[in-house]
Every structure is written in C-alpha cells, then in structure tokens.
C-alpha cells in the first residue's frame, strides 16, 4: 500500500496564486500578445486555469522535455520529445512550468529557445525549490516556493500517479 500524500496547497491557495500571477502578467503584457509555451506534462493544468484568469489575448503552444524518467530523481540529461510548433521570431514567449527544481530542464531550453531571436523570454513557474536550485534560470512569475520536498497533484505526478488530485500535496516514498 502506497503512503497517502498530505495536503500542502490547497485548491483555494492555489486558485488565489493563479489569479495573483495572472495579473501580474496582464500588467507586463498589457500591449502585447503573448506565446505561452508549456512544458509538457505537469504544467497543463496549472496553464488551463492561468489562461482562463488572464484578460490579456494569449496564444499557446506546447512542448514535452524529458529530464525525470522515472521516479524522484533527476536524469540529468534533457531531451526535447516534442517540440514547438509556433514561430518563435519576433515573439515575446513566456514559458509555463509545473516547478523548478535543480533547473537543469529549464536552463537548456531557455538557451535553445533565445538562439530562436525572440523578442523576449519569460519564466512562469508555479513552484520554485529555490534550494535545489544548480543552474542559473531566473524565475519572473512565481507560485510557491518550497524546501526541498517531493509534491504531487495540480497536474503534477509521481510516476504517473496523483496527477488528478485538485490539491497540492506531498509524499515522502515513492508509490508503487
Ligand atoms: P529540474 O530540471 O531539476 O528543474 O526538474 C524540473 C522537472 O522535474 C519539473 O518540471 C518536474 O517535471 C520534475 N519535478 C521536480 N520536482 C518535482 C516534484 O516535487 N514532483 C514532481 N515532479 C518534480
């Protein structure tokens, strides 16, 4: 039997953050039209209900990195499984992620995707283990900051499991 995460956010935190990031980004991009980019999973619930907060017009896209695999740890190495569709040039791009962690992810595609010529870069994370941190990647709109502990629901997973959770949680082992 797997350990039942504890409730960490809950789904009414979570919605007043989103309404606080999302007008903190409709004051940034008053005169503009954003491309959002999320990063495939974890972050489409988070962008589904930011998108929906947000009066600015936006457009979106996606892509899916892989750097986890499996489990609670890094591989370290990062792949692009799926990559964007959208033209990038010219474009103010404002990345969407679940959580930065040791930011090895991000800082290998925000590298890749300002050698593409936008006209700027963004990062939107919903939670920030600041602690972790190894590489440099600047976070302009945060969530949550947390230690360094494994979480769960809102869209996020752990081997596939508790992604349907409305709240944000954490587990200690890693379920079966
Ligand atoms: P980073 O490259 O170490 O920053 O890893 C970032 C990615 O690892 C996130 O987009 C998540 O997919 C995953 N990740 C990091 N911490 C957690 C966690 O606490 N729960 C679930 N996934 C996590």
Not at 99 to 122: Q, Y
Not at 125 to 138: G, N, P, Q
Not at 164 to 169: E, F, K, S, V, W
Request: charged share 30%; glycine share 6%.
């Amino acid at each position: 039997m797997s350990e039942q995460p504890e409730i960490l956010f809950t789904r009414d935190e979570i919605r007043e953050t989103v309404a606080r990031i999302a007008r903190e980004i409709d004051a940034d991009y008053r005169d503009t039209r954003p491309l959002l980019v999320g990063i495939l999973q974890g972050s489409f619930v988070f962008l589904a209900d930011l998108i929906r907060q947000l009066e600015i017009p936006v457009e979106v896209d996606f892509v899916r990195l892989s750097s986890y695999g499996s489990g609670m740890k890094s591989s370290r190495k990062v792949k692009t499984i799926q990559g964007l569709e959208k033209q990038i040039e010219g474009r103010d791009i404002l990345v969407v992620e679940d959580i930065v962690d040791t930011g090895l992810t991000l800082w290998r595609f925000m590298h890749d995707l300002r050698k593409r010529n936008p006209a700027s870069v963004r990062l939107c994370a919903l939670i920030d283990k600041t602690a972790r941190r190894e590489a440099d990647v600047a976070i302009n709109y945060t969530g949550f900051r947390i230690d360094d502990e494994f979480v769960v629901g809102y869209g996020i997973d752990c081997n596939e499991q508790f992604r349907n959770l409305p709240d944000i949680c954490h587990v200690k082992e890693i379920p079966e």
